[in-house]
């Protein structure tokens, strides 16, 4: 059977919110099967708790936000990029802040924390929402698809129109039946522009940005002293975003997920689409774990 999968022990970190600017405590703790991703407000008196699903989405400028009773915790597409990739089902997430610390501004950190914790197999079956007919959505030029596949497979272009990004890959496919999250995704960090920061700042977004989390761009070059972890980490980046915004639905999925120019907003109308057609998807689980997808089986237990 193929099972679900929840953390060993309790593991914490602390870190800054790129939003808010603010220190922010995260601790991330096992769950009983069929539990989900929750979400929860410790600083709240009592506790908000915040399960995922897409019509949770209450905010995506700049970063996808989930809501619960007047109250919201963003900035959760990395960590969830994290969860998704290292294949937990069940787990809590105390924050006692609105928002996720941004960590380096990928998902490494997180990676890390979890594989810090441990990660244990349960008895209970893991549960997969397999697309059964085509999905898109189109916004002008931008577009993002969802369609049948056997595995999970991601297709991502970016057009930026800048010089710095024009030099690197514009186009980035990921196949887990064949690429690994850790190796291939998990490093890619976001990246904003030094031009767009005072806008930001005024909406009170991006108030702690800086160097160690984002690459930073001027118009026509990167700043970071340190430059690119990799030649396509603008365009794998935006595979990471797609991760945890899809996580979003709750379960993972069998599908190939094709997108120009998304964002958050994008990929939230695609789940709810999705969601809307119960003739669009289905529910599945693996007796036999040997006749499920490559691509969807865990790639990574730690000891």
Same mark, same amino acid.
């Given at each position: 059977?193929?099972?679900?999968?929840?953390?060993?022990?309790?593991?914490?970190?602390?870190?800054?919110?790129?939003?808010?600017?603010?220190?922010?405590?995260?601790?991330?703790?096992?769950?009983?099967?069929?539990?989900?991703?929750?979400?929860?407000?410790?600083?709240?008196?009592?506790?908000?708790?915040?399960?995922?699903?897409?019509?949770?989405?209450?905010?995506?400028?700049?970063?996808?936000?989930?809501?619960?009773?007047?109250?919201? *915790?963003?900035?959760? !597409?990395? =960590?969830?990029? %994290?969860?998704?990739?290292? $294949?937990?089902?069940?787990?809590?997430?105390? #924050?006692?802040?609105?928002?996720?610390?941004?960590?380096?501004?990928?998902?490494?950190?997180?990676?890390?924390?979890?594989?810090?914790?441990?990660?244990?197999?349960?008895?209970?079956?893991?549960?997969?929402?397999?697309?059964?007919?085509?999905?898109?959505?189109?916004?002008?030029?931008?577009?993002?698809?969802?369609?049948?596949?056997?595995?999970?497979?991601?297709?991502?272009?970016?057009?930026?129109?800048?010089?710095?990004?024009?030099?690197?890959?514009?186009?980035?496919?990921?196949?887990?039946?064949?690429?690994?999250?850790?190796?291939?995704?998990?490093?890619?960090?976001?990246?904003?522009? *030094?031009?767009?920061? !005072?806008? =930001?700042?005024? %909406?009170?977004?991006?108030? $702690?940005?800086?160097?160690?989390?984002?690459? #930073?761009?001027?118009?026509?070059?990167?700043?970071?002293?340190?430059?690119?972890?990799?030649?396509?980490?603008?365009?794998?980046?935006?595979?990471?975003?797609?991760?945890?915004?899809?996580?979003?639905?709750?379960?993972?999925?069998?599908?190939?997920?094709?997108?120009?120019?998304?964002?958050?907003?994008?990929?939230?109308?695609?789940?709810?689409?999705?969601?809307?057609?119960?003739?669009?998807?289905?529910?599945?689980?693996?007796?036999?774990?040997?006749?499920?997808?490559?691509?969807?089986?865990?790639?990574?237990?730690?000891?």
């Amino acid at each position: 059977m193929l099972k679900q999968r929840t953390l060993k022990q309790v593991v914490r970190t602390v870190g800054i919110g790129l939003h808010s600017g603010t220190k922010v405590a995260l601790l991330l703790r096992p769950a009983a099967a069929d539990t989900g991703v929750v979400f929860r407000r410790i600083d709240l008196d009592p506790p908000v708790d915040i399960p995922l699903s897409p019509e949770r989405v209450v905010d995506t400028r700049m970063a996808t936000t989930i809501g619960s009773e007047g109250q919201v *915790v963003a900035t959760i !597409e990395h =960590l969830m990029s %994290a969860i998704s990739g290292l $294949g937990i089902d069940n787990c809590y997430v105390d #924050v006692d802040a609105p928002e996720i610390p941004i960590m380096d501004g990928s998902a490494a950190s997180f990676v890390f924390l979890i594989q810090a914790a441990g990660i244990v197999e349960m008895n209970a079956p893991k549960k997969f929402v397999r697309v059964l007919k085509p999905v898109e959505i189109v916004d002008g030029d931008k577009w993002a698809r969802l369609e049948p596949y056997s595995g999970f497979r991601l297709k991502f272009s970016i057009e930026f129109k800048h010089p710095a990004i024009d030099a690197t890959e514009q186009v980035v496919e990921v196949d887990f039946a064949r690429e690994s999250y850790v190796k291939d995704v998990a490093r890619a960090r976001t990246f904003g522009f *030094v031009n767009e920061v !005072e806008a =930001l700042r005024a %909406a009170g977004l991006a108030m $702690g940005g800086n160097f160690e989390n984002a690459i #930073v761009m001027d118009e026509y070059r990167v700043l970071n002293t340190d430059g690119l972890r990799a030649g396509d980490e603008f365009a794998k980046h935006k595979i990471l975003d797609a991760i945890g915004d899809l996580s979003v639905l709750g379960r993972p999925l069998i599908a190939s997920y094709t997108a120009h120019k998304s964002g958050h907003a994008l990929n939230n109308r695609l789940l709810r689409a999705l969601t809307a057609d119960a003739t669009a998807y289905e529910i599945v689980t693996f007796e036999d774990e040997a006749l499920a997808p490559s691509g969807v089986r865990p790639q990574l237990v730690p000891a």
